[in-house]
């Protein structure tokens, strides 16, 4: 068991917090010379990171909030835990459905304005009832847009409401694909779900090739009085073009949990202060996830569950484990290999590419000294090396 010095920048799940310590660690937002970072939503694109910093570890799905590519070159590990906040969300996504269809708060707040009408009361719900009705959701078509897990649980849940299930999801993992009901209908291209639905759920991570997924002309391809439903990211969609939408009727609500100055402004809007994942079961599953992915880098040098270098995990053999971040160029396992000398036997290895980078673990039968690793370290191409 290995002692780690862990910084928290957020107010963690006692359980995160606990699988940590009871490994030996130091954690909390005071721990100095920190191995690693455990947060939730707090900011890092301004902060400055220590050089021996080696980890990052989000105890939710997005990292918007890390500068990922600047980590990757620095040889920092960013973790985040998919799939624990899933049900959390699926949930809030089913009631979304309900509250874009009928005007359910609006009919609570209407009745409120009726509480001093005595024994009128009756008689008032039920002449002002109508102004509130909406459709059922059993018979209607639902367009999700990412199978991830909440995606995939999303799906499942709306086919058992009676509902037509249409998904899209081009880069769709084999296990999503085994969790995903078969009586999902598989779409071909986004332009289906456009076409196909009465509702869409966005389940997508914002990218690069996310960003304003929803625009001016993904609108015009959708059916009249659309319900949108968007557990993304704000800027998956183009705010201006939703807001025309919406005043047009192309689109008849549309439910984020991402509100900003622009689409409050907008008419039929259901904004929720991003509870997606805020039940105490989802925010204790990230964090303990999290802290597992933590651990499991920082002692064995295993990464699972990474959003910026290849999920590699190799059961320990040997004296000691060499670890190596570096760009993913031709040779460079020979060359790692030809610096540890002719005396150190390899026992077990492996390599794993991720894009524009690379990740090599091999144990050896033997230990090595300090100036081997730094004569890897100055290698062209090698962003950190590490001797566990």
């Known amino acids: 068991m290995t002692m780690f010095n862990i910084r928290t920048m957020n107010a963690i799940s006692h359980s995160g917090i606990e699988v940590l310590e009871q490994k030996g660690c130091t954690v909390g ?5 920190a191995q690693a970072y455990l947060i939730r939503s707090a900011d890092l694109h301004s902060a400055v990171f220590p050089q021996d910093l080696l980890a990052i570890g989000r105890a939710g799905a997005g990292t918007n909030n890390i500068p990922v590519e600047d980590c990757t070159e620095k040889g920092i590990v960013v973790f985040n ?48 009832k109508s102004n509130f009705a909406g ?16 995606g995939a649980l999303v799906a499942n849940a709306a086919l058992d409401l009676g509902m037509v299930v249409y998904g899209f999801d081009p880069f769709m993992s084999v296990n999503a694909a085994w969790r995903l009901s078969r009586d999902v209908i598989h779409s071909d291209t986004i332009d289906d779900i456009f076409a196909n639905s009465d509702y869409i759920s966005l389940n997508v991570p914002y990218t690069e090739s996310t960003h304003h997924l929803l625009n001016a002309e ?30 047009s009727g192309k689109v008849g609500k549309y439910v984020t949990d991402f509100p900003n100055k622009v689409i409050l402004k ?32 920082l002692a064995n040098g295993n990464i699972k569950n990474s959003v910026n270098l290849p999920d590699v995990s190799l059961s320990r053999m040997g004296v000691c ?68």
């Not at 459709?135 to 909440?150: F, R």
């Not at 993904?218 to 439903?229: D, P, T, Y």
């Not at 894009?355 to 730094?374: C, F, K, N, Q, R």
Request: overall charge negative.
């Open 29 to 33: 937002p005071d721990v100095e010379n």
């Open 81 to 128: 835990s998919p799939g624990a906040n899933a049900e959390a969300v699926k949930e809030q996504e089913i009631c979304t459905m309900v509250m874009a269809s009928r005007d359910v708060l609006g009919s609570i707040e209407w009745v409120k304005t009726i509480a001093d009408r005595g024994d009128e009361i009756p008689a008032l719900v039920e002449k002002g």
């Open 135 to 150: 459709p059922e959701l059993l018979g209607k078509s639902l367009g999700v847009i990412g199978l991830g897990a909440t």
């Open 218 to 247: 993904a609108f015009q391809k959708m059916r009249q009085g659309v319900r949108i439903i968007n557990e993304s990211r704000a800027e998956v969609v183009d705010d201006e073009a939703m807001t025309e939408a919406l005043k």
């Open 266 to 297: 907008a008419p039929n809007v259901i904004a929720m202060p991003h509870l997606g994942a805020c039940t105490p079961e989802s925010e204790d599953r990230c964090a303990v996830m999290a802290a597992r992915e933590l651990y499991d880098y």
């Open 321 to 388: 484990r060499l670890c190596v971040i570096h760009h993913n160029v031709p040779k460079m396992i020979n060359r790692i290999l030809d610096r540890l000398g002719a005396d150190v036997n390899v026992e077990h290895m492996i390599n794993k590419p991720r894009e524009g980078y690379a990740y090599t673990m091999v144990d050896l039968g033997s230990p090595i000294d300090e100036a081997t690793a730094d004569n890897i370290r100055s290698m062209e191409h090698v962003l950190r090396v590490r001797v566990i």
